[in-house]
């Protein structure tokens, strides 16, 4: 009887019950399987064009800044025609590409030999650009349509923290199934997860809504204090997702060793997420990030300079615990202001946060011409982590979108 008791008490303590009755549960639960499924191969992507196809690490630099450009009009293209396909087609339309992707990844060599390498990298960017593209448009939306501004910090909590603890263990398990079977039985099990995940969304709602989009508030040159924080974000987002996977793989750590690291980081994010996600509502945004931009700073720094399996566990670990917190911080900032305005907000968001990732990505690529790959990601990393320093003082001065 104690199991039950104890089921009880964690479904209150979470909210789970009141999510469960939420309209919106299939949205979220397939959400939540397909995270699980990108979890499994997307840090190895770049690993298997490298090791698998023959590209340079060059090529792929370039083929991650192409992706980061043609982002930027992908998100805008996708906002506008949103209203009429509605948050479930949208999310339904990016699952399938994803399950494309995959499928692309899986049938790389003839594709190649058919298409040549240039191009075959340029479809593959398309289709990777159009599913993120059509996800993260909708998932914004969604979450700003679904939520109250005032308490938007503790859902926004749950939405991060809930996925997550559920692909815990994705990064561990893709990097076994790539040890065991090969990177094709990785794609083909996270194509299974998302096309039950696209079956998922069959069973909610459609709901479609009005969104107008002005370039000029889109841009907001006014505002530009706003739009270095959403550009030193992105740039956040490819040291952390890009070139610390690429270093780690240069330092020879194995593939299962890169899952094991990252079940540590996402246990201790997931965690953090929802806390924080608790506290933003109560105690606002300026505490908890600039507590979050500084470890996650120091963690960057760290992180670069780390040459022991023992000091890169310890401070990815790091890492995704002040991670956890820079993000609630941030985003929850963010989705308390778009409310008002979703539509300019979100693309505004993600314009800056793309002119982050590329800046970034451009610096990595100009380093390759005259260093080593590791020296390359060794410091973009560092820049990286001093960027993320900044926040710090702009969460101090409370600029624009904190409270």
Request: aromatic fraction near 16%.
């Amino acid at each position: 009887m104690h199991k039950y008791h104890h089921e009880s008490h964690m479904a209150k303590h979470i909210h789970v019950s009141s999510f469960l009755h939420n309209k919106y549960n299939n949205l979220l639960t397939a959400d939540t399987l397909r995270l699980i499924a990108l979890s499994m191969i997307s840090l190895f992507v770049p690993i298997f064009l490298y090791k698998n196809l023959g590209y340079s690490i060059l090529s792929i630099a370039y083929y991650e800044l192409y992706a980061f450009v043609l982002a930027i009009f992908a998100h805008y293209y996708i906002l506008l025609y949103i209203s009429r396909l509605g948050v479930k087609k949208t999310l339904i339309i990016s699952y399938f590409l994803n399950i494309f992707f995959y499928l692309s990844l899986g049938y790389s060599n003839f594709l190649v030999g058919e298409m040549g390498r240039i191009f075959f990298l340029l479809a593959l960017g398309l289709i990777d650009v159009a599913a993120s593209s059509f996800y993260w448009i909708a998932h914004h939306v969604y979450f700003l349509k679904a939520t109250r501004a005032k308490d938007s910090g503790e859902k926004l909590g749950l939405l991060m923290g809930l996925p997550t603890f559920a692909s815990i263990i994705s990064p561990l398990l893709g990097a076994t199934i790539i040890t065991l079977f090969g990177f094709y039985g990785s794609f083909f099990i996270s194509s299974v997860f998302i096309i039950i995940a696209s079956f998922i969304l069959l069973l909610a709602k459609n709901t479609t809504f009005e969104i107008s989009i002005d370039l000029k508030k889109v841009l907001d040159f006014k505002a530009m204090r706003k739009n270095i924080i959403f550009m030193i974000q992105g740039a956040g987002t490819v040291a952390t997702s890009f070139l610390w996977p690429v270093l780690l793989f240069f330092l020879s750590v194995k593939l299962i060793s890169i899952g094991f690291l990252y079940l540590f980081s996402n246990s201790a994010y997931a965690l953090v997420s929802y806390l924080g996600g608790k506290s933003l509502d109560k105690n606002g945004s300026t505490g908890i990030g600039k507590l979050g931009a500084f470890g996650q700073g120091m963690s960057l720094i760290l992180r670069a300079l780390s040459t022991t399996i023992f000091t890169i566990t310890t401070f990815q670990t790091m890492g995704g615990i002040f991670n956890g917190l820079l993000h609630v911080a941030l985003d929850g900032s963010f989705y308390k202001q778009a409310h008002n305005d979703v539509g300019n907000n979100v693309l505004n968001r993600e314009v800056y946060m793309h002119l982050g990732r590329i800046v970034i990505i451009s610096l990595f690529i100009s380093f390759l011409f005259v260093f080593t790959v590791v020296e390359s990601a060794v410091m973009s990393l560092l820049i990286s982590g001093v960027l993320t320093f900044v926040l710090i003082l702009i969460f101090e001065k409370k600029y624009s979108i904190f409270d």
